[in-house]
């Protein structure tokens, strides 16, 4: 069965410093992986996408993840936070069909 | 407007009432999902249609939620005899055909709270 953990509820950053969202999946298969971002009382945008192509996938943003088979990870990192970051981040696993497992989210916090 | 549309955006019921959400997915968009979505939680699959056909219900909570879609375009979320714990998020998404690698694309959601 798949399931995607979120290791971190909060994330605090001062801006312009680096962000690392981390994010572990379970699953049977070769999955693909997502990031989505939601900000306040708004929809989820998809920030980039693993499907088995290249290991590290650039997303919107600036943001950018890597997919790690043996660590069953999909980090995501930006170099350098902006404001306008501060918003929820949700790590996704689907094993190929329509159906999207979601982690709980992590909420970006960014110190000005 | 170009994206998902859903309606109303905040809806405030008494427990027993039912209630219709809307949702309008980009046209021409094959797929359309509902997500139910608890506060602090992530998405949760409802259901799922391509065109006019439900094609899984699984993750609809009882048979007092019940969805439809019956031109393959609008849909509709009703939710008969609400309860307290229906109070979410309920997040529309639509995507140009039903696979992985299609992405889908999400509404701004309905808060419904339940009185």
């Known amino acids: 069965a798949q399931s995607v953990t979120q290791l971190d509820s909060h994330v605090s950053v001062s801006e312009g410093t680096p962000v690392l969202l981390r994010c572990n999946y379970s699953?049977?298969?070769?999955?693909?992986l997502f990031w989505y971002v939601q900000h306040p009382n708004k929809g989820l945008q998809l920030l980039l996408k693993?499907?088995?192509?290249a290991t590290l996938v650039k997303g919107i943003n600036g943001f950018e993840a890597e997919f790690k088979k043996s660590e069953t990870s999909f980090h995501l990192t930006k170099p350098s936070a902006h404001m306008s970051d501060a918003a929820e981040y949700f790590c996704?696993?689907?094993?190929?069909?329509?159906?999207?497992?979601w982690g709980a989210g992590t909420k970006l916090i960014i110190k000005p | 407007g170009a994206g998902v549309s859903q309606s109303p955006r905040y809806k405030v019921a008494k427990r027993g009432q039912d209630v219709a959400l809307r949702c309008d997915p980009i046209?021409?968009?094959?797929?359309l999902f509902w997500y139910q979505q608890a506060l602090g939680q992530g998405p949760e699959f409802l259901t799922y249609?391509?065109?006019?056909?439900?094609?899984?219900k699984s993750g609809l909570p009882s048979d007092r939620f019940f969805a439809e879609r019956p031109e393959g375009s609008v849909s509709t979320l009703k939710i008969q005899r609400t309860q307290q714990e229906d109070s979410a998020v309920y997040l529309c998404?639509?995507?140009?055909?039903?696979?992985?690698?299609?992405?889908?694309?999400f509404g701004d959601g309905t808060r419904l709270s339940i009185l």
């Open positions: 996704v696993v689907s094993e190929g069909n329509y159906q999207l497992i």
């Open positions: 699953s049977s298969y070769s999955p693909s």
């Open positions: 693993y499907t088995s192509a």
């Open positions: 046209s021409g968009h094959v797929s």
């Open positions: 249609f391509q065109n006019e056909a439900q094609l899984d």
């Open positions: 998404a639509s995507s140009r055909t039903g696979t992985v690698n299609q992405p889908q694309h």
